[in-house]
């Protein structure tokens, strides 16, 4: 199951992430897809992974890169960078053109060969001093 879990999880990130390739969701997501760090507003399952996605790629111009894989039974874990412009309002927070540079590890299960859970830890308040809505502390580079 390690190698076709990473290529699943790699798809996630090259497919759908970076190229924007929204459909590949139907093709490596479980009907029932369980998110346990929803985004306010996002809504259950696969669609809720599908509007989720939209809100990040539309909002931030992402573009991941993947740092490590690692499979271990039925789950992956994800190390990750994530580079990107704030284009569109975000959850609340008005566009601010800025650029981020974050770090984050994304944890999904898998079940029938495709993605069935995840869990996730990213830089926020990186991402949200990046962005100009937290101030730096005094001789931090943002």
């Given at each position: 199951?390690?190698?076709?879990?990473?290529?699943?999880?790699?798809?996630?990130?090259?497919?759908?992430?970076?190229?924007?390739?929204?459909?590949?969701?139907?093709?490596?997501?479980?009907?029932?897809y369980?998110?346990?760090?929803?985004?306010?507003?996002?809504?259950?399952?696969?669609?809720?992974?599908?509007?989720?996605?939209?809100?990040?790629?539309?909002?931030?111009?992402?573009?991941?890169?993947?740092?490590?894989?690692?499979?271990?039974?039925?789950?992956i874990?994800?190390?990750?960078r994530?580079?990107?412009?704030?284009?569109?309002?975000?959850?609340?927070?008005?566009?601010?053109?800025?650029?981020?540079?974050?770090?984050?590890?994304?944890?999904?299960?898998?079940?029938?060969?495709?993605?069935?859970?995840?869990?996730?830890?990213?830089?926020?308040?990186?991402?949200?001093?990046?962005?100009?809505?937290?101030?730096?502390?005094?001789?931090?580079?943002?």
């Amino acid at each position: 199951m390690s190698a076709e879990s990473r290529t699943l999880v790699r798809r996630m990130y090259d497919e759908v992430l970076n190229e924007r390739s929204l459909e590949v969701i139907d093709q490596i997501a479980v009907e029932d897809y369980i998110e346990n760090d929803p985004m306010p507003g996002q809504g259950g399952g696969r669609s809720g992974l599908r509007d989720r996605v939209s809100m990040l790629v539309t909002a931030l111009e992402p573009r991941f890169t993947v740092e490590d894989v690692i499979a271990e039974g039925d789950r992956i874990v994800v190390r990750w960078r994530n580079r990107g412009t704030h284009v569109e309002p975000f959850l609340g927070l008005p566009a601010s053109g800025r650029q981020f540079d974050i770090a984050g590890i994304d944890i999904y299960r898998v079940a029938g060969g495709r993605l069935a859970e995840h869990w996730h830890v990213v830089d926020q308040l990186a991402m949200l001093t990046q962005l100009g809505f937290i101030p730096s502390p005094e001789g931090a580079t943002p």
